[in-house]
């Protein structure tokens, strides 16, 4: 594979990160002081998977 297409992956995996975390704040944390565990779960495994994109990509690229 080219570097450019590694880039594109870095791009994508460092978005993908960033909108995650997000979702997770917003999310996992409906109010204040509450915590729902079955979303948290969820977004964070989204923050894992997209973590690792990006650092494949970085290794890569």
Same mark, same amino acid.
């Given at each position: 594979? !080219?570097?450019?297409?590694? !880039?594109?992956? &870095?791009? +994508? #995996? $460092?978005?993908?990160?960033?909108?995650s975390? +997000?979702?997770? *704040?917003?999310? @996992?944390?409906?109010?204040?002081? *509450?915590?729902? !565990?079955? &979303? #948290?779960?969820?977004w #964070? $495994? @989204? *923050? @894992?998977?997209?973590? !690792? +994109?990006? *650092?494949? #990509? &970085? &290794?890569? @690229?």
């Amino acid at each position: 594979m !080219s570097d450019d297409l590694w !880039s594109i992956v &870095l791009v +994508i #995996g $460092a978005v993908f990160w960033i909108f995650s975390c +997000i979702m997770f *704040i917003f999310r @996992a944390f409906p109010q204040r002081d *509450i915590f729902d !565990s079955r &979303l #948290g779960i969820r977004w #964070g $495994a @989204a *923050i @894992a998977v997209a973590f !690792s +994109i990006w *650092i494949v #990509g &970085l &290794l890569n @690229a």
